[in-house]
């Protein structure tokens, strides 16, 4: 799906900015034809979790409704006209009046309506959008609902991050061209000194394909016409970690010598391969240095905030940061256009996180929430569907952003018990069938060892979540050491192939301090990397470290956690502990090497 943007032919409209807002008490259960009764309003983009003071609102499990009027631009009167949301977390539905237009599941991907018969350009229409933020043991990440012995409900899940909900991303109005670019997929090589961009061109309609291909300087490098081609850039500037540069392909819709849409999508000439145990990035081993992320701020939760994404990029050029994995959803598309104009290199990771009853089943079951069978049982017919489809939306999504270098389908699922590896078997097949261009991935769990995972024989790089230091052998980090090492060799022996360790990191307080190893002070944090970057200097087949986590962020509250995960080598307000002064002084040059 395409991202909306202002073309020749194309308009914008951004419905950011405060809607009204409601909680779903069952009364409101109304016709959609009915204006919203209510005091409340919430900002949009923003989860609706922490804005309010009453807990109700925070623990609201179900359904919460946005409402605005719109006006459509009276210029719009020849064009179709668009909804789009950006995201809705976990489950949307958008009414134009009292017209149900569109339904999505899966909070983190875009989802969009055709809305051209209900509205009329000039006038004014009522948008209403309700998001569920409910998650089953059939959704993608899975949850289960559980009801309380007063007869309410609250949500259980096993993932490590707080189930903030809302709009989290813009909402848009679009115009798009009766006859349009529907999709474009673009694909890159290098041959020798030349740059190769294959591409191919969906059409909505009768129109021919004119393509160019701009420079930075907006000079046309190459052309030609028809849905599907290859053009040639002598001399190219490749895409490169650190460097970026980005050709525009302009696409036309041209009909009878008219231009009837026109469709820029960013460019950047450059190859992923794997090769034995090394990655390569235009042929050359990359070693990624970075982070495993999340969306998360105070306040605004999840919601998408530019001048977070600003400062976040500004810290991870800081620190020598050239990598990121989106743990453990798809970011936000601002995110990914950032990425790909600044040269950080993403792995792309799915919603599938906590599809693991042996991680966090315990608390699921001590709240009463031990799931349906399926679940429990592992991995149900249902999940593995809605697990498809984040697949093929993420790829749809993202298919054509330079940063991307890899698919990453799930976070530390159970890859021990039986039946896991025919329920991921097709998943990755389904992944190399849309994107065989790129690596795909899983990220393994520490329970799954190199003779026990019986999922890692499918992935093309192994990426590992170690916590030798911290629930294993905590405070002990002498025999953390040798059991890492002794692990790392064992996949290395095994597989061979390149491994990444996406997570590896120490909950700590800023501003706790101890001559001694004490787990939680900065010190120990700074410590514990350290054992970690000395064998990875020792094991060959490392390709890369991404540290657990970039900031502190919110988790549901419990008992392992206080205020959230505290495993940030920056605090959740972005200052950094010693840590990141350490980090800094091995990825900076790793990086100038
Ligand atoms: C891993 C998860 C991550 C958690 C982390 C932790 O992938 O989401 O936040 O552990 O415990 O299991 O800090």
Request: proline letters at 4%; one cysteine or more.
């Amino acid at each position: 799906m395409l991202t909306p943007k202002v073309t020749a032919t194309r308009e914008l409209l951004s419905l950011d900015g405060l809607w009204s807002f409601a909680v779903d008490d069952d009364a409101l259960h109304t016709p959609w034809a009915a204006p919203l009764q209510t005091e409340l309003q919430a900002p949009v983009p923003a989860s609706y979790n922490d804005l309010f003071i009453d807990q109700k609102i925070r623990d609201h499990v179900g359904w919460v409704w946005y409402q605005r009027t719109v006006r459509v631009p009276r210029g719009w009167r020849d064009e179709r006209v668009l909804v789009r949301v950006d995201a809705a977390t976990h489950r949307g539905v958008v009414y134009v009046d009292d017209r149900l237009v569109a339904e999505h599941e899966g909070g983190y991907l875009p989802f969009e309506a055709d809305i051209t018969d209900l509205v009329t350009a000039g006038a004014e229409f009522r948008l209403t959008i309700g998001v569920d933020n409910r998650l089953t043991p059939d959704t993608i990440p899975p949850g289960t609902v559980v009801t309380r012995q007063d007869g309410s409900q609250a949500q259980t899940y096993m993932h490590d991050f707080y189930n903030y909900a809302g709009l989290h991303r813009t909402v848009w109005l679009a115009s798009r061209p009766r006859v349009h670019v529907d999709d474009v997929t673009v694909v890159t090589d290098i041959d020798g000194e030349t740059g190769v961009v294959d591409y191919r061109v969906d059409l909505d309609g009768d129109a021919e394909v004119r393509v160019r291909l701009l420079d930075e300087d907006g000079r046309a490098v190459a052309s030609t016409t028809g849905a599907a081609g290859s053009l040639r850039v002598e001399a190219a500037h490749l895409w490169k970690p650190g460097a970026a540069y980005l050709y525009s392909l302009v696409v036309e819709a041209v009909d009878g010598g008219v231009v009837v849409d026109e469709y820029p999508v960013n460019v950047g000439i450059r190859t992923v391969a794997v090769d034995g145990g090394r990655f390569l990035i235009n042929g050359e081993p990359f070693h990624f240095t970075g982070f495993g992320k999340h969306e998360d701020t105070a306040v605004r939760g999840k919601g998408h905030d530019n001048a977070y994404l600003v400062h976040d990029f500004q810290l991870l050029d800081w620190i020598g940061a050239n990598s990121f994995r989106t743990s453990h959803y798809p970011y936000a598309e601002e995110v990914m256009d950032f990425a790909d104009r600044h040269g950080i290199v993403v792995i792309d990771e799915t919603a599938a996180v906590g599809l693991n009853k042996k991680i966090g089943g315990g608390i699921a079951d001590m709240l009463g929430g031990a799931g349906d069978k399926d679940f429990a049982d592992g991995f149900g017919p249902k999940m593995q569907e809605a697990h498809k489809r984040e697949i093929r939306e993420l790829i749809a999504r993202d298919k054509n952003h330079p940063c991307v270098v890899m698919w990453s389908i799930a976070n530390e699922p159970d890859t021990m018990s039986e039946g896991t590896d025919t329920y991921f078997e097709p998943l990755f097949a389904l992944a190399r069938d849309l994107d065989p261009t790129r690596p795909v991935t899983f990220v393994n769990v520490m329970m799954a060892p190199p003779n026990v995972c019986r999922v890692s024989k499918f992935a093309d790089v192994l990426c590992l979540n170690r916590y030798y230091g911290w629930y294993v052998d905590g405070g002990d980090l002498a025999t953390a050491e040798a059991h890492l090492e002794q692990e790392l060799r064992g996949w290395e022996q095994m597989y061979g192939k390149p491994m990444i360790m996406t997570e590896y990191g120490a909950d700590t307080i800023a501003g706790y301090h101890s001559v001694w190893d004490q787990p939680w002070t900065e010190e120990y944090q700074a410590k514990m990397l350290d054992v970690y970057h000395r064998v990875f200097d020792r094991v060959e087949t490392m390709v890369g470290e991404q540290v657990w986590n970039f900031a502190d962020f919110q988790t549901s509250s419990g008992f392992f956690r206080v205020d959230g995960n505290k495993k940030g080598v920056f605090t959740r307000d972005r200052k950094p502990k010693a840590a990141a002064h350490a980090l800094r002084a091995r990825w900076t040059r790793i990086i100038e090497n």
